[in-house]
């Protein structure tokens, strides 16, 4: 289960965007812009999403090791 962690960061709120942390990939509706890091992630294709349409569609972030 995700973690909104907007109520505790007023910048967030001000650009009404999210930052949630949860396991598994996100599919849960969020804000256009929002961020979600996985704490369960294995590989540097799973472990940080950005919210790309304002409803459930999710798109990852390759990262660096």
């Known amino acids: 289960m995700a973690?909104?962690?907007?109520?505790?960061?007023p910048a967030f709120q001000l650009l009404n965007v999210g930052?949630?942390?949860?396991?598994?990939?996100?599919?849960?509706?969020?804000?256009?812009?929002?961020?979600?890091?996985?704490?369960d992630a294995t590989t540097t294709t799973t472990r940080l999403y950005i919210n790309t349409d304002g409803g459930?569609?999710?798109?990852?972030?390759?990262t660096a090791a």
């Open 19 to 39: 930052f949630y942390t949860g396991d598994g990939a996100p599919t849960f509706e969020a804000p256009k812009g929002s961020l979600y890091t996985r704490l």
């Open 56 to 62: 459930t569609t999710w798109t990852y972030f390759t």
């Open 3 to 9: 973690q909104n962690l907007a109520n505790f960061e």
